[in-house]
Structure formats: C-alpha cells, structure tokens
C-alpha cells in the first residue's frame, strides 16, 4: 500500500509539472539508504518507471542540511523533483523536495506501540504530497513594480544600467614623480580621458601637469624645472566590468616636455631652456568601482626616458632628468553612456 501511494504522489507531481511546461514527464530522484526496505526500493523504481517518469536513485548518506542535500542531487541528476525516505528507531521520515517551487516539505512519523502500520504511514505520505500539490496550483502573484518604474528586462539593451554600457571615461586625481636624485620628487595634477572598446580593452589620453616646480640651487643661482607628460595608452581590465575591484595594466608612449628657468646670481647670466623626450611606460592600476558610474583608482608606474635631458650651471653638469622615472598616484573615476 505505501508503494502504490507514493508512486501515485510522484505521477501527480509529474502530471502537474508537464501541464505547467508541456513537456513529457521528466525525471525523479529516488533516494534511499541500506536502512530502506529493498523491497520498497525495487517496487517504488518499477511502478513509478511504468508511468513514464525516468527514475535515478541515489544514495542517501548522513547530512546536517538534509534540504540542501536533495536539492544539490536532483540538481545533479537532471530532475525536477527528490524523494527521500529515512527509516530510523524513532520513526520514519518521508522527504519530498521540488526544486520547480523550490519547496521542500517533511514528515516525522514516530513509532507507537503496537508500532505504525504501513497504511497508516502510506496515508500521512500523502497527505505530504497534497499539500506540496495545493502549493503548487494556488495562484501566484505577479511581482509588482513601483509606478513609474519599468521592468529592467524589458527595455531596450541601450537602456540598462549595466556597468560594461559605459564606454567614456574621465579620471581626475594626483601623482608623485621621481626622475631624478639630485631634484627630488615632484606633485603632479592628472587627468585622463579615454574609450573602452570591449568590456576589458580601452584607450586613453593622459596629461601630467606639474602643481609647482622644482627647485636646485647651486652658488651660480637657482633653477626651476616643470616637466610636463602627455601622452596615450592602452589599458587591459583583467576582470570583468562588473567585478567590485579590478587590477589593470596599462602600456603607454608619452612625450615629456621639460622647462628650465634659471635665476643667476651676480656675475651669471640666466637662461630658460625647453626640451623634448620620448618616454614609454608601464603602469599597474587598481580600479575599485564605488556605483555603477565612478570608482577610485590607486597606480604604479615606470618609465623610461629616451634621451637624458640635464641641467647644467655654468659649465658644470649639476642634475639629469632619467633616464628611469618612477611614479605613482590615486584619483577619480567617472564613467560615462
């Protein structure tokens, strides 16, 4: 009798789940443990099977998240619905999980003297699955959205708010220079524009302005030196858009453009001079995104220069601009459509 119930509550499930999809029936996982009458194993695995429902058993193993134990094996098999008997010496326990609703109900049936007979359990088993099945066809509710406010799957793919649509980027923020020893480390004012062409892959301009200039001084006088940086770069994000924090690197050619000023004492003559060098980059950056249009950057960077512009007083070689240049900054980003 306990059989024939259960196989009745599977083909009800069945019949229900191919109406709501109109597919033929599809598969159920039978689990069960040496602790299960075989008998009741072979007769559920043949009757059921003889309904059309593909039938997979699987061994019942000892867990202390029983709910998520049946959902991860009908997962694993393909099936849209478990069961799961337990017989121990305190009762028998009868396991009905339906990954379609997502539900999963128990019943603990407990041992009695004279103990419970088959019927009387075969009943309370389906009494379990009646209620799974009332859940099943009781309408549910349409998800409501708030006035004014339209379903994000429904609009246009040009009108998500998706962080890998944005395509413009502007980066604002300081930086530290060091080319040289005998100048020190200069502050600098970065901005930088740029293009995303894929998900990971954009191209950007960038411009390094001195905030003041560096001074040397020598008994000849003093000289002020500003070396500007322009320049264009390709950036690799390697992880995705939508990941919180991404590391990218960067490859960049960039020209240098290095004034100086000098300030001459008594007997000197001053002199302003302007020279040119090409200097390519690499640069190491961490992007740590704060909504879904800006984000704050940290970076890393090595150039080096070709060419070695110095300074010199009178006849005298006081200070060399490179040829290594090391740096790093922090700053905003703002993504924009």
């Not at 960038?206 to 070396?227: C, D, H, K």
């Not at 090595?302 to 740096?327: D, K």
Request: proline share 6%; net charge neutral.
């Amino acid at each position: 009798m306990l059989v024939r119930c259960l196989c009745a509550c599977v083909w009800v499930i069945v019949g229900l789940e191919s109406a709501a999809y109109g597919e033929a029936p599809g598969r159920v996982v039978l689990v069960h443990s040496e602790e299960t009458p075989s008998p009741l194993v072979q007769r559920l695995q043949v009757d059921v099977t003889n309904l059309g429902v593909e039938v997979v058993e699987a061994t019942d193993i000892e867990t202390s998240d029983p709910i998520k134990f049946l959902s991860d094996v009908a997962a694993h098999a393909g099936a849209f619905a478990a069961i799961r008997v337990v017989s121990t010496s305190a009762g028998t326990n009868v396991w009905v999980a339906d990954r379609a609703t997502s539900t999963t109900l128990v019943r603990t049936i407990g041992l009695t003297d004279p103990p419970i007979k088959a019927q009387i359990i075969a009943i309370q088993a389906v009494e379990l699955v009646r209620a799974s099945l009332m859940d099943l066809q009781r309408p549910r509710a349409e998800p409501t959205l708030p006035r004014g406010k339209a379903n994000p799957d429904e609009l246009p793919s040009g009108e998500r708010q998706n962080p890998s649509a944005r395509r413009l980027r502007v980066a604002l923020g300081p930086a530290l220079l060091l080319a040289s020893q005998e100048i020190g480390p200069s502050a600098y004012a970065q901005i930088a524009i740029g293009y995303r062409w894929t998900g990971r892959i954009a191209s950007r301009g960038f411009l390094l302005v001195p905030v003041v200039a560096s001074t040397l001084r020598q008994n000849e006088g003093s000289a002020e030196i500003r070396a500007t940086v322009a320049g264009l770069a390709g950036d690799v994000d390697l992880l995705s858009p939508e990941d919180a924090w991404r590391p990218r690197l960067s490859a960049e050619l960039a020209v240098v453009q290095l004034r100086t000023e000098g300030h001459a004492a008594p007997a000197y003559r001053g002199q302003k001079d302007t020279v040119y060098v090409a200097m390519p980059i690499a640069r190491a950056a961490l992007v740590g995104r704060l909504t879904s249009w800006m984000g704050l950057t940290a970076d890393l960077l090595g150039g080096l220069c070709l060419g070695r512009p110095y300074v010199t007083f009178g006849e005298r070689r006081v200070a060399t601009w490179g040829p290594l240049v090391a740096g790093a900054g922090i700053g905003v980003q703002f993504e924009i459509d």
